[in-house]
């Protein structure tokens, strides 16, 4: 939990700024799909970078789709799942019909379902 504490800070502190988007790939890249803080990780505090001028090269956006791959398949009945799944149909909109299957018949298997009934699979965000 500190180290997520400290993470977050980073984005506040403007010494530690510019570490902040590397930091944030990294440490999600190095959390397994059950931790629950990866959903979060991946998703709001990747928008406190970008929407502090910090975006994600295609690298970083890869492994942040992986992670959030993860998180909805470990944490699948989960909210944190549910999550991780809608944060992966926006990094990747043509990955929601296999999410869909892969997640079929679980909390964020509806979830993907549902956003793909709404606004389809392969849309630009």
Do not use: C
């Amino acid at each position: 939990m500190q180290a997520v504490i400290r993470l977050v800070g980073m984005a506040w502190d403007t010494l530690q700024r510019p570490s902040f988007l590397s930091s944030l790939v990294a440490s999600v890249a190095a959390r397994d799909g059950n931790d629950p803080f990866v959903p979060y990780l991946a998703g709001p505090l990747l928008g406190t970078a970008s929407a502090l001028g910090y975006l994600p090269d295609s690298e970083a956006t890869k492994q942040l789709f992986a992670a959030q791959e993860a998180a909805a398949e470990a944490q699948r009945n989960l909210a944190g799942g549910a999550f991780a799944a809608l944060g992966a149909y926006s990094r990747d909109r043509s990955s929601a019909p296999i999410l869909a299957e892969e997640l079929k018949g679980s909390l964020a298997g509806v979830i993907v379902e549902w956003i793909m009934s709404k606004h389809g699979s392969a849309e630009a965000p």
